[in-house]
């Protein structure tokens, strides 16, 4: 597939709009000076956002996601199935997703991508018939993420350290059903990740051994511990020690359904940093859905 030389970024600027102004400004200086043609359209949130990427898509554009995973996560999941052909932007607060792909984040760097990357199919997830790009996964991550989110004094990962304290402190130990392709697995705990990407929650490496195109997607299961083992789990994520402790159990599979047994509870389940919905959620792969710009081995 040539390299494109038409791109539409598509911004949330009610959303880290600083940050990806002083990120997508020079970009788009770079790639204009290399001699392609770069729109800029903000959108009035994610809805509109998708409309926007579909419209640039017919018309032969390549489609620039700028932000952070929900942003990257809703513009390119309303490509998935496609032959768009889409670029990631990570200027948002967590970018686990471009983490995942090993994009750089300097602008010199992600413009030598976008004009001399290829276009690469990957893997999708779709949960509940909504587009994901990189992971799934219900209870106490899902509780943090509510809280980060609600957080408005603090930023960036730490906003996520605080509501993942927050969220584990109050945490009472849940019951799951965790259907991996048919096969049935009962466990009470504090939660469960159905990962495409690896990474989550900013920079957490949860599931180390995850692609973004095998096909599959990796089930953790963080079992019910003392609250300081959990603690634990999450200070080991950066070099994968979790995955050694007896509470950690990783599945695979191409569908996954995450059920609540807990009689009279509601928890919800979080998706490329957003909050979608409660429990249940089936999540299953798309594979090779969305073709991604991506640098040159």
């Known amino acids: 597939m040539p390299t494109p030389r038409s791109f539409t970024a598509i911004v949330n600027p009610s959303a880290g709009g600083a940050a990806a102004a002083s990120l997508l400004v020079p970009l788009a200086r770079l790639l204009r000076e290399a001699g392609a043609d770069v729109a800029v359209e903000y959108s009035r949130g994610l809805d509109h956002a998708r409309t926007l990427a579909r419209t640039a898509a017919r018309d032969g554009r390549a489609v620039l996601g700028v932000g952070g995973d929900g942003m990257v996560g809703c513009v390119g999941g309303a490509l998935a199935g496609t032959d768009a052909v889409f670029g990631v932007v990570p200027a948002g607060r967590g970018n686990d997703f471009a983490r995942q792909?090993?994009?750089?984040?300097?602008?010199?760097?992600?413009?030598?991508?976008?004009?001399?990357?290829?276009?690469?199919?990957?893997?999708?997830?779709?949960?509940?018939?909504?587009?994901?790009?990189?992971?799934?996964y219900a209870g106490v991550d899902a509780v943090a993420n509510q809280y980060a989110n609600e957080t408005r004094l603090l930023r960036g990962r730490i906003s996520y350290t605080v509501g993942a304290a927050r969220a584990v402190l109050g945490w009472r130990p849940a019951d799951y059903r965790v259907t991996v392709d048919g096969a049935e697995h009962r466990e009470r705990g504090f939660t469960v990740v159905a990962a495409n990407s690896?990474?989550?929650?900013?920079?957490?490496?949860?599931?180390?051994?995850?692609?973004?195109?095998?096909?599959?997607?990796?089930?953790?299961?963080?079992a019910d511990g003392p609250k300081r083992m959990f603690l634990g789990v999450m200070n080991e994520l950066e070099d994968g020690a979790h995955l050694r402790r007896p509470q950690v159990r990783v599945l695979r599979g191409r569908e996954v359904r995450i059920e609540l047994l807990t009689p009279g509870r509601t928890l919800p389940y979080g998706a490329d940093g957003e909050l979608p919905g409660t429990l249940p959620v089936t999540a299953k792969v798309l594979p090779g859905a969305l073709n991604v710009l991506l640098p040159v081995d």
């Open 101 to 136: 792909l090993g994009l750089p984040a300097d602008p010199a760097g992600l413009a030598a991508v976008l004009l001399d990357g290829a276009a690469r199919p990957v893997d999708v997830i779709e949960a509940n018939g909504v587009p994901v790009l990189g992971s799934v």
């Open 198 to 222: 690896g990474f989550y929650g900013f920079g957490r490496h949860i599931a180390p051994d995850a692609r973004v195109d095998d096909g599959l997607l990796d089930v953790v299961i963080v």
